[in-house]
């Protein structure tokens, strides 16, 4: 099936043309010091013309597990069986641009582009993620993390994300709390709005 650029989408940005519409699905959380926990996500890419994507995201578990750190051992990690109704405490919010770099680097492979993206928590905490799109995947790290007071310790993250057979599969890992650079979240995603 041809792939159609979303109407009104600017040129500059259509190496993450097929990022855009809304995508649902399910995934998992674990890091050092968090139980293993499922979460259903809501992401968001959408556009007005102008020269980049605006994304939002929402991570919701269920409320006894943000209460009281449950374990899910025995249980499907997306939560199979249960309605969306059940992830009814939200874990995490984001905001913010992506956009791809008016600087190309010499060296950067053919099919690929730089990527900037501007993300914000509403936990307190505002990153910059420098990286690289193209042939259905992102690569991100973060480049500049700023955080407030009472946010969470986190230091620096990595984001993949990839396009794989029409889903959108991506993963998370953090630095964060004193501890290096681990693996924090996954998520595979369906496509439930094309958003044109």
Same mark, same amino acid.
């Given at each position: 099936?041809?792939?159609?650029?979303?109407?009104?989408?600017a040129p500059?940005?259509?190496?993450?043309?097929?990022?855009?519409?809304?995508?649902?699905?399910?995934g998992?959380?674990?890091?050092e010091?968090?139980?293993e926990?499922?979460?259903?996500?809501e992401?968001?890419?959408d556009?007005?013309?102008?020269?980049?994507?605006?994304?939002?995201?929402?991570?919701?578990?269920?409320?006894?597990?943000?209460?009281?750190?449950e374990?899910?051992?025995?249980?499907?990690?997306d939560?199979? %069986?249960?309605? =969306?109704? &059940?992830? +009814?405490?939200?874990?995490? $919010?984001e /905001?913010g641009?992506?956009?791809?770099?008016?600087? !190309?680097?010499?060296?950067?492979?053919?099919?690929?582009h730089?990527?900037?993206?501007?993300?914000?928590?509403?936990?307190?905490?505002?990153?910059?993620?420098?990286?690289?799109?193209g042939d %259905?995947?992102? =690569?991100? &790290?973060? +480049?500049?993390v700023?955080? $407030?007071? /009472?946010?969470a310790?986190?230091?620096?993250?990595? !984001?993949?994300?990839g396009?794989v057979?029409?889903?959108?599969?991506w993963?998370?890992?953090?630095?964060?709390?004193?501890?290096?650079?681990?693996s924090?979240a996954?998520?595979?995603?369906?496509r439930?709005?094309?958003?044109?």
């Amino acid at each position: 099936m041809p792939f159609a650029f979303p109407e009104g989408l600017a040129p500059e940005v259509y190496p993450l043309a097929w990022l855009v519409g809304r995508w649902t699905g399910a995934g998992v959380i674990k890091y050092e010091g968090i139980a293993e926990t499922p979460f259903r996500q809501e992401l968001v890419f959408d556009h007005d013309g102008g020269p980049y994507l605006r994304f939002a995201s929402t991570l919701r578990v269920r409320s006894a597990a943000a209460a009281d750190g449950e374990t899910t051992d025995g249980e499907a990690p997306d939560g199979a %069986g249960e309605g =969306d109704d &059940a992830f +009814d405490t939200v874990w995490s $919010t984001e /905001t913010g641009y992506w956009r791809i770099s008016s600087e !190309r680097p010499d060296d950067l492979p053919e099919g690929k582009h730089a990527l900037e993206v501007l993300v914000t928590d509403a936990s307190g905490r505002l990153s910059l993620f420098l990286g690289l799109v193209g042939d %259905g995947r992102v =690569d991100l &790290a973060t +480049d500049f993390v700023a955080r $407030t007071s /009472t946010a969470a310790e986190v230091t620096a993250a990595k !984001r993949l994300y990839g396009n794989v057979e029409g889903r959108l599969l991506w993963l998370e890992e953090l630095a964060a709390f004193g501890h290096p650079m681990g693996s924090y979240a996954s998520g595979e995603l369906d496509r439930v709005d094309g958003l044109s």
